[in-house]
């Protein structure tokens, strides 16, 4: 069992909400390189031989399991790019936690990017008459003294073929300086999916997240949730798009707090090639509501602290 130091596990606190153990099916990369894993019965998983990464292999008879694959950077100046690929066999269950912190305190720039593939479903051996339940959780948090900057650049790609429910939360807390996030999900035959979006920025903070959904098979359906808060000068921008190409439903909502002097753009985008196709997208940017901050104070909280349980209870 690895041996893991305060400062790094003050940060997987922060990642990994189920809580991180060297248990079962669990992988922690650490300042570029696997520190320590393990796998379960139902679970394996292998390191990539042509490039930084691994296979998680996750068998049809995964019931109710989870894998843990956390990163941690902590050294200032570093780089680390790696390569993550699922192979989730027809009838799994089984929850996926993720995340990156990035602990800078130096005066480098300190950066990880996270290419993440899932293959959903209908790889052998097949389980008749079942499809997979897959949930996805990633944290982002950067936190340190220094002055280097802390940059998350997570890529992600989901295949699901059909008969599938995909679940993915992606919550980025605080401290990351700079995020570009790009994801695209495509859809099969009667799978659903869900994706929920929380992400705060402060101070000169800037994020960038792309959402391109295509839903391919019939009766496939997609549900994109985005809750933001901007404060500072921070800038945001959302592009989440639904492509529909057969008999389909999906819906966008795009729900924004806006702050100080900050910037939020957000460009939902609905792109129909079937007649059969139903989408529908929604996007509000505003101010904290002055009622909810006076009804708040009565209750004894001063103007900051209404504004924190505001905020809390918005990105819940």
Known sequence: MAEIDAITQGVLDKIDGVGFKQEGAYNLRYNGYPLCH??????????????????????????????????????????DEVYNDFYIEDGARVTIVAGCGIHNSGCNDSRHDGIHTFHVGKIPPFHVGTGCNVRYEEKHYGEGEGTGARILNPMTKVY??????FNMETVQIEGVDSTKRDTEIFIGENCKLFVTEKLMTHDRQMA?????????????????????????????????????????????????????????????EIDAKHVDAAIIHEAAIGRINNEQLIKLNTFGLNEEEAEAVIIENFLR
């Open 38 to 79: 393990g796998d379960s019965e139902h679970i394996k998983i292998k390191r990539k031989e042509d490039k930084p990464g691994i296979d998680v292999i996750i068998s049809g008879d995964a019931d109710g399991e989870y894998v843990h694959i956390p990163v941690v950077v902590n050294t200032s100046g570093m780089t």
């Open 160 to 165: 699901m073929v059909k008969d599938s429910v």
């Open 208 to 268: 960038v997240s792309d959402i391109d959904v295509i839903l391919q098979g019939a009766d496939s359906s997609a549900q994109i949730i985005s809750r933001s808060v901007a404060k500072g000068t921070s800038k945001q921008t959302f592009h989440p798009k639904a492509v529909g190409e057969a008999l389909c439903h999906a819906h966008i909502q795009c729900d924004s707090i806006i702050m100080d002097q900050a910037q939020v753009c957000s460009i939902p």
